[in-house]
């Protein structure tokens, strides 16, 4: 089965042709990042008017590049929610369209499990069950992985995500948007204990995630630093190192924490925050003494893309669950919510 899987569920739009759910012929991603950057994070309404502009070449760069037409596609994935609703409309809409014109099935896709399941991209890949932590700018959760489709969530950030944290910190350090890279970047020059900034593991057991007083945290810092930066002895890189570290340790604990909770040996981590390479050396680290393997998608799955819809559109449609024509768009769309 060639599925087309299309993501425009936040800044990026992006179409992908995956064969049997695995291996990809193109995964083409259109970025919105100079467009937002002026504004220090993305605007829904310029968001949406870029997709609209991008959404059919990307589309057909996706099929020239995998060397195929309309006619080679045998069903269509694409991302309902959730995320950003004039962004998600475009997508939905164009899949509808290219659905109804070539009479092919279409499967409606949860961004989420697009996300956990981006790691099916990859040669190696984990048995079920597994435990699946989501960083990104717009979720930060903890998953127990059964099967496919059998999602339970074990705990959220309960405001910021772990993404969202690192691009409002390095607004505050006027590095630009969007900031995880920037960060990770500076962050190597810096010492990662000069600044004991707050970790936030709430209580013993839980695996909910606080990144809101944190990010305070830094802002209120640098206020005073400001000052005397000179005198100092602290570096914007120590900032940059010592707050990168304070999300880590807390993502790395609690993420193995679940593992250790579910008697799993499998850990996935994905989502934008996942191409960071601390995070990645850390949980190796962190995990190796637990006898827990870590898995990673390449950088280019981690991100948002239409790849990972595909993979998460096949499934669906190989159990036969094509979505009716009258499916909305979902702004929230929690993951039990799939049937
Ligand atoms: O998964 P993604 O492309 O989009 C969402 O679904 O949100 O993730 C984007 C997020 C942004 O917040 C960005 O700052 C963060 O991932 N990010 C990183 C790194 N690269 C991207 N965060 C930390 N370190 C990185 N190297
Ligand atoms: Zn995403």
């Not at 590049?65 to 994935?77: E, N, R, S």
């Not at 690192?166 to 969007?178: R, S």
């Not at 002895?233 to 609690?254: C, R, T, W």
Request: proline share 4%; net charge negative.
């Amino acid at each position: 089965m060639n599925i087309l899987g299309i993501d425009t569920s936040c800044d990026d739009t992006s179409a992908a042709v995956v064969v049997e759910g695995r291996k990809i012929l193109s995964n083409i991603v259109h970025s919105q990042v100079k467009l937002h950057h002026p504004h220090g994070g993305v605007v829904p309404e310029l968001a949406s008017r870029e997709h609209l502009r991008n959404i059919m070449p990307v589309v057909q760069e996706a099929l020239a590049k995998a060397g195929t037409g309309m006619g080679d596609i045998d069903g269509l994935a694409v991302t309902v929610g959730p995320g950003l609703v004039g962004s998600l409309l475009v997508g939905l809409y164009y899949a509808k369209a290219m659905s109804y014109v070539n009479g092919l099935p279409m499967a409606a896709v949860n961004h989420l499990e697009g996300h956990i399941l981006s790691i099916f991209l990859e040669e190696d890949v984990p048995e079920f069950p597994f435990i699946c932590m989501t960083v990104s700018g717009g979720h930060t959760s903890i998953y127990n992985v059964k099967g496919y489709g059998d999602y339970l969530q074990m705990g959220q950030t309960l405001d910021d995500a772990a993404g969202e944290a690192f691009d409002k910190v390095a607004k505050i350090l006027g590095l630009g948007y969007p900031g995880g890279a920037v960060i990770e970047k500076l962050a190597r020059q810096g010492k990662v204990d000069k600044i004991d900034f707050p970790r936030a593991f709430l209580s013993k057991d839980s695996l909910d995630f606080s990144f809101s007083g944190l990010k305070t945290s830094v802002s209120l810092f640098i206020r005073k630093w400001k000052d005397k930066e000179a005198d100092s002895g602290v570096s914007l890189a120590d900032i940059a190192a010592s707050f990168q570290e304070a999300v880590i340790d807390v993502l790395v604990a609690k993420v193995l924490k679940a593992a250790g909770m579910m008697k799993t040996d499998s850990v996935v981590v994905a989502g934008g925050v996942a191409c960071n390479n601390r995070l990645r050396k850390r949980l190796k680290q962190d995990a190796s003494g637990k006898g827990i393997r870590i898995y990673h998608p390449r950088p280019s799955y981690c991100t948002d893309n239409g790849a990972m819809i595909a993979v998460a559109g096949y499934r669906r449609l190989l159990e036969g669950h094509e979505t009716e024509m009258s499916v909305d768009v979902r702004s929230k769309y929690p993951i039990e919510d799939i049937d």
